[in-house]
T-cell receptor, first 111, second 114 residues
């Protein structure tokens, strides 16, 4: 069973700080990884995707991928209370048509 | 362009009742998925479809059935509802297979089985 593992949290950071979210995956054939944000009672919303080793930056968000260590992370700079949500890490299976989701990390940003 | 739509938003079922959760997408996506999300948990794949007439089981298919007669629609059928099926159900679609493809989610259906 291919898995994506995340620390469930909650992770609590003060407003303006950097929030660091991590996940590991077991499918060495996975090439694409995603971070989804899910507000309570809402559907997941894609915020970052990453396909290559290294960093990918988009505004306040930076995704990092290390395929050798099977590790994916998301950094949120200048965290805002509106960033408070559950963040789901996901990996696309080797065949490219099934996405495996982690259980999510709950983030709280304190004003 | 409505994206992925789901109906109903919320439903209460009695044990043993049946119902169909509707999902439709207007993006001409080939791939469609049904997930369930239990409280505090991630998304578990129930069934998926790679095109009209083709469906396959995911991680947790027991107690559910699907059909895909058109590209647009992918209904999920619960035949004999059980309390263990209390969950939030999300439908999603993906344009095609491939490493750069991402999934688009519907708003979800909250189901309570009593």
């Amino acid at each position: 069973q291919k898995e994506v593992e995340q620390n469930s949290g909650p992770l609590s950071v003060p407003e303006g700080a950097i929030a660091s979210l991590n996940c590991t995956y077991s499918d060495r054939g996975s090439q694409s990884f995603f971070w989804y944000r899910q507000y309570s009672g809402k559907s997941p919303e894609l915020i970052m995707s990453i396909y290559s080793n290294g960093d990918k930056e988009d505004g306040r968000f930076t995704a990092q991928l290390n395929k050798a260590s099977q590790y994916v992370s998301l950094l949120i700079r200048d965290s805002q209370p509106s960033d408070s949500a559950t963040y789901l890490c996901a990996g696309l299976n080797t065949g490219g048509f099934k996405t495996i989701f982690g259980a999510g990390t709950r983030l709280f940003v304190k004003a | 362009n409505a994206g992925v739509t789901q109906t109903p938003k919320f439903r209460i079922l009695k044990i043993g009742q049946s119902m169909t959760l509707q999902c439709a997408q207007d993006m001409n996506h080939n791939y469609m998925y049904w997930y369930r999300q239990d409280p505090g948990m991630g998304l578990k794949l129930i069934y998926y479809s790679v095109g009209a007439g083709i469906t396959d089981k995911g991680e947790v298919p027991n107690g559910y059935n699907v059909s895909r007669s058109t590209t647009e629609d992918f209904p999920l059928r619960l035949e004999l509802a059980a309390p263990s099926q209390t969950s939030v159900y999300f439908c999603a679609s993906q344009r095609d297979r491939g490493s750069v493809e991402t999934q688009y989610f519907g708003p979800g259906t909250r189901l309570l089985v009593l």
